[in-house]
Structure formats: C-alpha cells, structure tokens
C-alpha cells in the first residue's frame, strides 16, 4: 500500500482514504470519473497534492490486479 493511502477501522468506516484526511479513494475516483479534472479536485480540496491523486489511482489499480474473478461455467 501507498506511503499516501490508509485503511484505519476509525476513518471513515475502514475505506482507503488519503493518509491524514477523511477524503476517501473512491470518492476521488468517483469524481474523476465524472469527469472532474485533477486540477478541479486540487482546488476543491487544497490538502490534496498530485502525489495524492496519483497515489489513489495507483491504489486502485493495485486492487484490481489483486481481485480473483470466479468465473462460472454455463450449465
């Protein structure tokens, strides 16, 4: 895991989160997926850096190569 994301049970209910923020990994991946440009969140939330929002797209995709998919076969 990121330098930069935490996953702590008392910060909003154990969601990855940007470290020392309640500003969660999925709501800035909502947004960007909105549309929403970095530079928009940047200012929306001037804690954040560019290192944070890197972090959060590398979390991500760190979480999805890390995901078993079943798969079923068709009976």
């Given at each position: 895991m990121s330098?930069?994301?935490?996953i702590?049970?008392?910060?909003c209910?154990g969601q990855p989160?940007?470290?020392?923020t ?6 800035l991946?909502e947004?960007?997926?909105?549309g929403?440009?970095?530079?928009s969140?940047l200012s929306?939330y001037?804690?954040l850096?560019?290192a ?10 760190q ?8 798969v079923?076969?068709?009976?």
């Amino acid at each position: 895991m990121s330098d930069r994301v935490e996953i702590n049970p008392r910060v909003c209910g154990g969601q990855p989160v940007i470290k020392g923020t309640r500003i969660s990994v999925a709501a800035l991946l909502e947004q960007l997926a909105e549309g929403e440009s970095w530079d928009s969140l940047l200012s929306g939330y001037p804690e954040l850096t560019r290192a944070d929002l890197q972090a959060a797209l590398a979390y991500a995709r760190q979480s999805i190569l890390h995901t078993e998919v079943a798969v079923l076969n068709p009976a």
